[in-house]
């Protein structure tokens, strides 16, 4: 394989204070009692779920709410975000190695660059694709879709690692193999350390 596709927040980031913090910061905005934060990322991990009504009692999220997160998250992601131990080091080895990287997440495209830019990981990857870049965001396979497309690679040619259930159906529906991770937590089904997943992807290339 020659692609590495990443989800970022819980999987690269743990960006779970800021996730919270910002919706929370919207509700406030929009006359909302705050929400438990489990109840959040409930309904940020679970497909299915209709987000813009689950967090704010809306049909559709509309250009202030957008607006009103972004607003939090440049005010506060330097303070919040962090990189889980060991992904750095994993991004230098994979570079070191000549994989393409790529990232997709549901975030919005100028958030993301905040945060790869103050987490200093933006130079490891060659494209980005986030939420406003597609018309569907995940489960959708639109942005592993796009990947593939922009690189002339089929699935077989590619990796898609991330944490959610949301990252595992939209790699199913691009036919992508998926790797799930949970550096955050003590799962013993995932991969729970950075060089774990090292050796996994090192062993599935030399295989080929």
Request: proline share 3%.
């Amino acid at each position: 394989m020659t692609l590495l596709i990443f989800d970022l927040d819980g999987t690269l980031v743990d960006s779970s204070a800021t996730l919270i913090n910002g919706i929370n910061y919207v509700r406030s905005k929009v006359g909302l009692p705050p929400m438990d934060g489990e109840e959040i990322m409930h309904g940020i991990m679970t497909p299915g779920i209709h987000m813009s009504e689950y967090f704010y009692g809306v049909d559709g999220i509309d250009s202030s709410y957008e607006q009103l997160f972004k607003e939090y998250y440049s005010a506060n992601h330097d303070k919040e975000l962090r990189l889980y131990d060991g992904v750095e080091e994993m991004l230098e080895t994979f570079e070191k190695k000549r994989y393409t990287l790529a990232l997709a997440t549901n975030g919005y495209r100028d958030s993301t660059l905040e945060a790869l830019k103050h987490l200093k990981i933006e130079r490891f990857f060659d494209s980005i694709v986030c939420y406003d870049d597609v018309e569907n965001g995940k489960p959708a396979p639109d942005m592993l879709l796009l990947l593939l497309q922009k690189y002339g690679l089929n699935a077989l040619d590619t990796l898609f690692i991330g944490d959610s259930q949301r990252d595992k159906l939209a790699a199913k529906a691009a036919n992508i193999e998926f790797l799930q991770v949970d550096f955050g937590q003590n799962n013993k089904n995932v991969f729970t350390e950075p060089q774990e997943l090292v050796k996994e992807i090192e062993k599935r290339s030399n295989n080929v």
